[in-house]
């Protein structure tokens, strides 16, 4: 496909949620589409068919839950594009694999789960890769609580060119000042967040500066 | 006896302290056929090139399955990234890939100048070129040294780190240290170069010129090298793509996709050089491609030490160490000397980062092994596992 147009209707025929378009000579990215977690194969099946390789999966943790971001380059459009998938239930965080469409993928799957917990199904060897694979500790990049920003207030995402009719990538809790309470309740969750957190805590001012952006 | 292993004497159980070996190990031997060998390389081995380790499932002497076994040397810049200064964070740069630091330096700073809208003085682009070019034959020196040691042959290790000296003394001229060089700031680089730092440069091109021609004769073109060599490890188009491999498999792969040429940054744009590709795919490629990439960069430096302009190595009113990278989000891939180097930022507007991935181009390019390996002898995977150019630094962060 030679055209950005042509690819957001691509990953809206794949079954995007939303697609945006970052500015390329600030953020490096063509295109970023939203899509639910059982469109992620599908869109990276069509990827691979038009020679986009897959260059790096990478995870962020934020108070709605683990953005999950694939970001995929071509040896001859030079397109870099994004999947992105939120993982809303951070207790029990899971995607499925696309290992079985790009084999590369099986590495830095294995990556997000050392670093988030986050397990991806179907991937061939879900075993740690960097940290022990014998002495699990908790998932170490989980952010502290007073650390989490929300992507609600971050909005680096920036507005969708189109999207699905009423969807919101986060949507904003049901009560007003709501900000603490899904903070709290999200890091709280997983048993592991409290030694993630005692080794974030070193950094307590920050936090609650991002908060106030 | 059918279900016996050495690795598992008491039969297929999951508890520690039931099998012998460690959890890597047990968890490779349960898919094993009975009567193989798991044989495990490294992760002390030299021809591992760090602290990398490989396991083995070794029929005869043919390698059935191989599994490389990471995080030997996983330092968490990730985490580091997080709490540290955007500026704090520059020294890590220096020490993700130790071979080649400046491309790592590039790849961070222009990151954080791309969402910040930081345009660098010309004179210091000329600089960054310079230098990350200097840095990737360096780079490309010592493995080839290392590599060709890996296949029996000890004088030409020698010889490269004879040639890598003097890069080390001009890069440190400008640069300050030999190996993990912290040299790029945002908005340009840390010292002004001298008169002596181009001279030496100079002098350096037709020495290495000469020396290239040596090695062509001595080593290129031994007959027992291209036997190691030709028709070993095939890594097709296809299977670079499966894998994400970048960098010089990929264009022994005939794919000639190199970031410096197919979306210049910095001043790419402006110098006359080649991107080698070789189609056969398979170690010779490899081997070829990179000793190609340094006539080629030489090339590069050539034109500009003579191009380079005078005037300010850093912009005005650069970022000061407490500089807080703009809120947003920003992806950069820089062409490193083992593949595309890229670095994704996301600012939330703090004084630290709010979470920084770095995508290490080695990591990719090992991750195709395990199907490269399948069905070659042992020795031909070394060989192999060699011509990956493999920096475990930088693969395990």
């Known amino acids: ?213 | 006896m059918s279900n016996f292993s050495f690795l598992n004497p008491f039969g297929v159980l999951d508890e520690p302290g039931t099998y012998m070996g460690d959890f890597y190990s047990h968890n490779f031997a349960k898919k094993a056929a009975p009567g193989n060998v798991i044989l495990n390389l490294g992760p002390q081995h030299p021809s591992t090139h760090g602290v990398l380790r490989v396991l083995t499932e070794l029929y005869g002497e043919f390698v059935m399955r191989a599994e490389p076994v990471l995080g030997y040397l996983h330092r968490s810049h990730e985490k580091m990234a997080e709490h540290k200064t955007a500026y704090g964070f520059l020294p890590n740069m220096g020490r993700v890939d130790y071979l080649n630091a400046i491309g790592w330096n590039w790849a961070y700073t222009a990151a954080c100048e791309q969402l910040a809208g930081i345009v660098v003085p010309e004179r210091a682009e000329y600089l960054r070129v310079i230098s990350a070019e200097l840095n990737r034959i360096s780079s490309h020196l010592v493995w080839w040294g290392a590599f060709v040691l890996d296949l029996g042959a000890f004088t030409p290790i020698l010889y490269a780190f004879d040639d890598r000296e003097d890069l080390c003394d001009i890069l440190q001229r400008v640069t300050g240290s030999r190996l993990t060089m912290n040299y790029f700031r945002f908005g340009g680089v840390g010292e002004d170069g001298d008169e002596r730092f181009f001279s030496l440069i100079r002098e350096f091109i037709p020495r290495m010129r000469e020396r290239l021609k040596m090695y062509k004769g001595l080593v290129t073109d031994n007959v027992i090298l291209r036997r190691r060599l030709e028709g070993i490890g095939p890594m097709d188009a296809d299977m670079c793509l499966r894998y994400g491999a970048t960098g010089p498999i990929l264009r022994a792969a005939g794919v000639g996709h190199d970031v410096r040429k197919s979306v210049p940054y910095g001043i790419y744009d402006r110098f006359d050089f080649e991107i080698p590709s070789y189609k056969d795919c398979d170690n010779f490629g490899r081997y070829w491609v990179r000793m190609e990439e340094i006539e080629q960069s030489m090339r590069i430096v050539e034109q500009a030490v003579e191009q380079i302009p005078q005037g300010k190595r850093i912009m005005d009113k650069a970022p000061k160490p407490a500089w807080k990278i703009p809120a947003g989000e920003s992806v950069f891939s820089v062409e490193g000397a083992r593949g595309e180097i890229s670095v994704h930022v996301i600012s939330d507007g703090g004084k630290s980062p709010y979470r920084v991935k770095l995508r290490a181009p080695g990591f990719s390019n090992l991750s195709l092994f395990a199907e490269a390996s399948r069905g070659t002898i042992l020795a031909d995977a070394i060989a192999i596992l060699g011509s990956l150019d493999l920096v475990i630094p930088e693969i395990d962060r």
């Open chain 1, 1 to 213: 496909m030679t055209t950005t147009d042509a690819w957001r209707d691509a990953f809206k025929e794949a079954g995007a949620l939303a697609v945006t378009r970052p500015d390329p000579k600030k953020s490096g990215l063509a295109l970023s589409a939203h899509m639910p977690a059982a469109s992620l194969a599908p869109a990276a099946e069509k990827l691979k068919a038009e020679g986009f390789t897959l260059l790096f999966i990478t995870t962020a943790d934020f108070s709605e839950g683990f953005l999950v971001t694939y970001v995929f380059d071509s040896f001859t459009e030079h397109r870099r594009m994004a999947l992105r998938v939120l993982v809303k239930d951070k207790s029990k965080p899971e995607l499925p694999s696309i290992a079985h469409v790009y084999q590369g993928a099986e590495w830095h799957e294995r990556e997000s789960y050392d670093f988030y917990g986050v397990v991806f199904t179907g991937n061939p060897n879900l075993v740690p890769i960097l940290l022990p694979g014998d002495d699990r500790i908790p998932p170490p990049h989980l952010k502290a609580p007073d650390a989490i920003a929300s992507i609600r207030t971050l909005g680096f995402l920036g507005e969708p060119e189109w999207a699905v009719d009423g969807w919101e990538l986060a949507p904003e809790p049901p009560k007003a000042a709501a900000p603490p309470a899904p903070k709290a309740e999200a890091s709280g969750k997983p048993p592991e967040a409290g030694a993630a957190g005692k080794a974030a805590e070193a950094k307590p001012a920050d936090g609650g500066k991002e908060e106030g952006k």
